[in-house]
């Protein structure tokens, strides 16, 4: 299978957002401070590894679509939906949340392009639906660090039985 235009520049998009995601991810494991540095850094290297390793695969499946992945720098700055993360020291608040943003804006162009790239090749859908499931969950587990607890947060809403 040859990768169209379309399914092309649909997995671009996704592989300059993980490839951002991996960047920012060092720059806030390097530059954190605050209470629970040593879980977020910890948390932080398991995002970039993820990251990583999801642009490798990205990149790897496009070649076998022969489509060009292009992770240059300025491509990725130039095209990611990644808000730019700040230059020096960041509390540990700010970077979850900022964390988070960012793993949220890499799954929201995952799911953006979704339907497409499945309508083209379900095979690389599945591999969307492993990134979007583990981004997730690191979105949940980073900001859950900011979380107040609520009823609204820790209890499902429920309808009163009909038995």
């Not at 040859?2 to 991996?22: F, G, R, Y």
Request: charged residues 25%; without cysteine; aromatic residues 4%.
């Amino acid at each position: 299978m040859k990768a169209s235009p379309t399914l092309t520049n649909n997995l671009q998009a996704v592989l300059a957002d993980l490839i951002e995601l991996h960047i920012q991810g060092k720059q806030a494991h390097w530059n954190i401070v605050g209470t629970n540095f040593r879980d977020l850094h910890l948390q932080l290297d398991e995002i970039i590894d993820a990251a990583r390793n999801f642009a490798d695969d990205m990149a790897e499946r496009m070649r076998a679509l022969h489509a060009l992945p292009d992770g240059r720098s300025a491509t990725v700055a130039e095209t990611t939906s990644l808000a730019q993360f700040p230059q020096g020291l960041i509390s540990t608040k700010d970077a979850v949340d900022r964390i988070v943003a960012a793993l949220e804006a890499a799954v929201g162009t995952m799911r953006k392009v979704h339907d497409e790239v499945d309508e083209e090749d379900p095979t690389t859908a599945d591999l969307l639906h492993e990134f979007i499931s583990k981004l997730e969950q690191y979105a949940w587990m980073v900001g859950a660090e900011n979380m107040k607890a609520s009823t609204s947060v820790t209890t499902p809403d429920s309808k009163p039985s009909s038995k």
